[in-house]
């Protein structure tokens, strides 16, 4: 491909992105209720985190009713993500609580072999630079051996 082509490939793709992207944020905010305009603003301008506005939305809006708004409006694949969450099994606290043992268990275990290789390593390390000062000690008696020969 020719220098010419590679420019006009990277300019067509400069015009796709650009078409893609709103021109402004308020191009996004038509059609919006009121506090919804108002939680994008913000979002858009930095004044809010986006965590802290899912939480905002997360209390005024339940997933039913979410769900009951957008009915045939979601992709497949959304809609199938949110048959399986609310299929998703509750579990009881005696589960719960055993379910935390099992995981501090295996938690607790890890910490114990890392622990494990942990001092493994610190001792080869020890024995690692004695034998370097050991080395170094030869090296230099053997230089000065040789400088007096």
Same mark, same amino acid.
């Given at each position: 491909?020719?220098? =010419?082509?590679?420019? /006009?490939?990277?300019?067509?793709?400069?015009?796709?992105?650009?078409?893609?992207? +709103?021109?402004?944020?308020?191009?996004?905010?038509?059609?919006?209720?009121?506090?919804?305009?108002?939680?994008?603003?913000?979002?858009?301008?930095?004044?809010?985190?986006?965590?802290? =506005?899912?939480?905002?939305?997360?209390? %005024?809006?339940?997933?039913?009713?979410?769900? %009951?708004?957008?009915?045939?409006?979601? +992709?497949?694949?959304?809609?199938?993500?949110?048959?399986?969450?609310?299929?998703? +099994?509750?579990?009881?606290?005696?589960?719960? !609580?055993?379910? %935390?043992?099992?995981? /501090?268990?295996?938690?607790? @275990?890890?910490? =114990?072999?890392?622990? @494990?290789?942990?001092? !493994?390593?610190?001792?080869?390390?020890?024995? /690692? #630079?004695?034998?370097?000062?050991?080395?170094?000690?030869?090296?230099? #008696?053997?230089?000065?051996?040789?400088?007096?020969?």
């Amino acid at each position: 491909m020719g220098r =010419a082509a590679g420019a /006009n490939l990277r300019s067509s793709r400069g015009r796709e992105q650009a078409s893609l992207a +709103p021109a402004d944020s308020s191009s996004l905010l038509q059609g919006s209720d009121g506090a919804a305009a108002e939680l994008i603003k913000q979002v858009l301008s930095a004044q809010l985190g986006l965590h802290e =506005a899912l939480a905002h939305v997360h209390e %005024r809006m339940s997933i039913e009713d979410a769900e %009951r708004r957008l009915d045939g409006k979601l +992709p497949q694949d959304v809609a199938a993500l949110l048959k399986i969450h609310k299929e998703a +099994p509750s579990f009881d606290e005696a589960s719960l !609580d055993k379910a %935390r043992k099992i995981l /501090n268990q295996m938690v607790e @275990n890890s910490f =114990a072999e890392l622990d @494990n290789v942990i001092i !493994d390593c610190k001792a080869f390390e020890i024995m /690692n #630079r004695m034998s370097y000062g050991q080395v170094t000690t030869d090296l230099a #008696r053997l230089g000065s051996e040789t400088a007096e020969a």
